[in-house]
Structures are given as structure tokens and as C-alpha cells.
């Protein structure tokens, strides 16, 4: 595998289920991303780790959880989602700190929740 | 705070006709700025991105853009299209904050290609 890999690619939920998603990154980058992407919005990011350390919690409910056990693996725990919640789902990581590096993304998972 | 701004969510060309999706953004400091690409059912790619040095850059697939500082664009254009540039095209901004990338994404614009 290269690059940025998510699974699942496809998603549906109840609203009382529990699942999670999963990032993996095989590039050697050392800051991951979780970012939501809506019909219409620009994309929202979420969560972000620096070095396996959560960084940036950007006022998500506290239904989704993330988790880094190391620098090449993110999850997204959910719990007790909304239909609102239905949306693409894209992890992206990057090296380092400066501005000027790109990140990579995933393919994203495509959640729906019922 | 960053920002930006991409005029027109819908753009339709024809087959050979000039590419230009505009962008328009701010920064509170010299801004690292760069276009993504996102195929159906794919992730973003990064078309080219602009950091100091040469204002006119340019990317993949015959794309480029020119940074303006005197009018904080950061247009994107190709000069022929073609059938598989049909996608969504993101112009962001960037600033190194606290050991990541803070990025802020436009709302999108999607290119149709009509035959």
C-alpha cells in the first residue's frame, strides 16, 4: 500500500450504533488529520495529531473520538451519531510544521447515517 | 485569521476552451497558498501550490496559477481543457501553527467539460 489508505470506503449506521473508522498513512509524515467534508461547506477539519499528540480539537461533538496509537495509524470512534452526521469523512497527513507542505489525503469514507 | 473565497461553485467550459477558476483569499502573513483536485469518489490531490519565489506556478496536468499580492488572488487556469479535467477544484491557504499545517479550504468549485 502507498500513500494514504481508509477503510472502510462505505458506512451505514444507525443512530444507536457504535463504529469506527481507520486512517493509515505510509509515507513517514508525522501529523495526521480527520476532516469532514458536507455538501456545500468547505471542509471542516476536526482533529488533528502532532507526533501521535492531539493538537487541534476543533469544537467536534464529542460523539466522535479519535484515537492515535502511532504516528502511521488514526481512528475516528463513533458513537450515538445524528443523520447530520452523514458526510464524507477524509484523513490526510503531513510532515512537519511549515505551512508550505502539502498534505495527502485518503479516499475518504462515505458515512450515512439512518 | 485566513479566509478563502472561490467565485463560482458551478464553471462549465468546452472541450479545448480556456480553464480559469478564480480565488480570492487573506492572511494575516505571507500566505502559502495551493490548489487541490478531487476526482469522484477519490481524496484531494495537490495540482500546485505557491510558497515564495516565482509568482506564476505551475502544476499537473497543464494546469497553473499566478499569485497576485496587489489583488490576494490566486486564479487557476489551463489553457485547453480536456474531458478528464471534469472534477472539483479546492484553493487553500496555509500557515505552520503549533507542529501541523493549518489549512483553510474554499467551498469548492466544480469544473464540467462539455464535449
Known amino acids: 500500500e502507498t500513500g494514504v489508505t481508509q477503510t472502510p470506503r462505505h458506512l451505514v449506521m444507525g443512530m444507536t450504533n457504535k463504529k469506527s473508522l481507520k486512517c493509515e498513512q505510509h509515507l513517514g509524515h508525522n501529523a495526521m488529520y480527520w476532516y469532514k467534508q458536507s455538501a456545500k461547506k468547505p471542509l471542516e477539519l476536526m482533529f488533528v495529531y502532532s507526533l501521535e499528540e492531539r493538537v487541534e480539537n476543533n469544537s467536534v461533538p464529542s460523539r466522535f473520538s479519535p484515537e492515535c496509537p502511532n504516528s502511521s495509524h488514526l481512528f475516528l470512534h463513533l458513537h450515538t451519531l445524528q443523520p447530520e452526521d452523514s458526510a464524507l469523512y477524509l484523513c490526510a497527513s503531513s510532515q512537519g510544521a511549515a505551512g508550505n507542505n502539502e498534505q495527502f489525503f485518503g479516499p475518504g469514507t462515505r458515512l450515512t447515517v439512518l | 485569521a485566513q479566509s478563502v473565497t472561490q467565485l463560482g461553485s458551478h464553471v462549465s467550459v468546452s472541450e479545448g476552451a480556456l480553464v480559469l477558476l478564480r480565488c480570492n483569499y487573506s492572511s494575516s502573513v505571507p500566505p502559502y497558498l495551493f490548489w487541490y483536485v478531487q476526482y469522484p469518489n477519490q481524496g484531494l490531490q495537490l495540482l500546485l501550490k505557491y510558497t515564495t519565489g516565482a509568482t506564476l506556478v505551475k502544476g499537473i496536468n497543464g494546469f497553473e496559477a499566478e499569485f497576485k499580492k496587489s489583488e490576494t488572488s490566486f486564479h487557476l487556469t489551463k489553457p485547453s481543457a480536456h474531458m478528464s479535467d471534469a472534477a472539483e477544484y479546492f484553493c487553500?491557504?496555509?500557515?505552520?501553527?503549533?507542529?501541523?499545517?493549518?489549512?483553510?479550504f474554499g467551498t469548492g468549485t466544480k469544473l464540467q467539460v462539455i464535449p
Open positions: 487553500a491557504v496555509s500557515e505552520g501553527s503549533g507542529g501541523y499545517q493549518k489549512v483553510t
